[in-house]
T-cell receptor, first 114, second 111 residues
Framework: NAGVTQTPKFRILKIGQSMTLQCTQDMNHNYMYWYRQDPGMGLKLIYYSVGAGITDKGEVPNGYNVSRSTTEDFPLRLELAAPSQTSVYFC?????????????FGPGTRLTVL | GQNIDQPTEMTATEGAIVQINCTYQTSGFNGLFWYQQHAGEAPTFLSYNVLDGLEEKGRFSSFLSRSKGYSYLLLKELQMKDSASYLCALPNAGNNRKLIWGLGTSLAVNP
C-alpha cells in the first residue's frame, strides 16, 4: 500500500491564482482530513470528511474548498491565493472504525504564495 | 475549552534518556496521542494512551495521568535519528474524530 499520497510536493503561486492540492489514500479509510502547518503554530484543521459526499469545516476553512466524490480522493481547492496561505499542507486519513482513531499523514505539499 | 502545553525545545545527548512532557486541559477526556515529526516530513503515530499508567514500546514509552492532566513521552538510548519534533494531541471534546494539536517539542540529540 502506498498509504496517503499528495501532489504536488512543492508549488509557487502568484497572488490571485488558484490551484488544487491532490490527496489520495489506498487504505479504504472513511475519514480524511486537510491540515496546514505554519512555523510555531502547530497543525490546524482546514476541512475534514467522514465519507464520500460528506465534508465539514475545521478551524481555518476560509479561502479553501473541498470535495469528496470517492472514498480514495479528497482534493483541496485554493481560490484566489493569498500570501497568508503560504504553508505546508498535510492530508491525513483514518479508518473511522475506532473512536478516536489514529490518523495517517501524507508527505505534504509546500506552498508559497508570492 | 481544550488546551495543550508542551516545552518548545529540548536537547539531550546520544545514549541518554529524555522525558518530553505534555499537560492538557479538556472538558471531556478521550485519550491522548503522541506523534513524531522529522524536519520536512509528515507526522507519524507513536502512541495512544487512554488509561493511566506507562505503556512501553521498545525504546519509547508513554505515560498518562488523567487526574493530573499530564502525559509524558520517555525516549531511552537516544539516537541521532530521534532528533525530531514530538507532538501531543487530544481528541476534540465536541467531536472526537478531530484532534487538537499541541505546538510540539523540538528535540535535538547531540553526539
Amino acid at each position: 500500500n502506498a498509504g496517503v499520497t499528495q501532489t504536488p510536493k512543492f508549488r509557487i503561486l502568484k497572488i490571485g491564482q488558484s490551484m488544487t492540492l491532490q490527496c489520495t489514500q489506498d487504505m479504504n479509510h472513511n475519514y480524511m482530513y486537510w491540515y496546514r502547518q505554519d512555523p510555531g503554530m502547530g497543525l490546524k484543521l482546514i476541512y475534514y470528511s467522514v465519507g464520500a459526499g460528506i465534508t465539514d469545516k475545521g478551524e481555518v476553512p476560509n479561502g479553501y474548498n473541498v470535495s469528496r466524490s470517492t472514498t480514495e480522493d479528497f482534493p483541496l481547492r485554493l481560490e484566489l491565493a493569498a500570501p497568508s496561505q503560504t504553508s505546508v499542507y498535510f492530508c491525513a486519513s483514518s479508518s473511522g472504525l475506532a473512536v478516536p482513531d489514529t490518523q495517517y499523514f501524507g508527505p505534504g505539499t509546500r506552498l508559497t504564495v508570492l | 475549552g481544550q488546551n495543550i502545553d508542551q516545552p518548545t525545545e529540548m536537547t539531550a545527548t546520544e545514549g541518554a534518556i529524555v522525558q518530553i512532557n505534555c499537560t492538557y486541559q479538556t472538558s471531556g477526556f478521550n485519550g491522548l496521542f503522541w506523534y513524531q515529526q522529522h524536519a520536512g516530513e509528515a507526522p507519524t503515530f507513536l502512541s495512544y494512551n487512554v488509561l493511566d499508567g506507562l505503556e512501553e514500546k521498545g525504546r519509547f514509552s508513554s505515560f498518562l495521568s488523567r487526574s493530573k492532566g499530564y502525559s509524558y513521552l520517555l525516549l531511552k538510548e537516544l539516537q541521532m535519528k530521534d532528533s525530531a519534533s514530538y507532538l501531543c494531541a487530544l481528541p476534540n471534546a465536541g467531536n472526537n474524530r478531530k484532534l487538537i494539536w499541541g505546538l510540539g517539542t523540538s528535540l535535538a540529540v547531540n553526539p
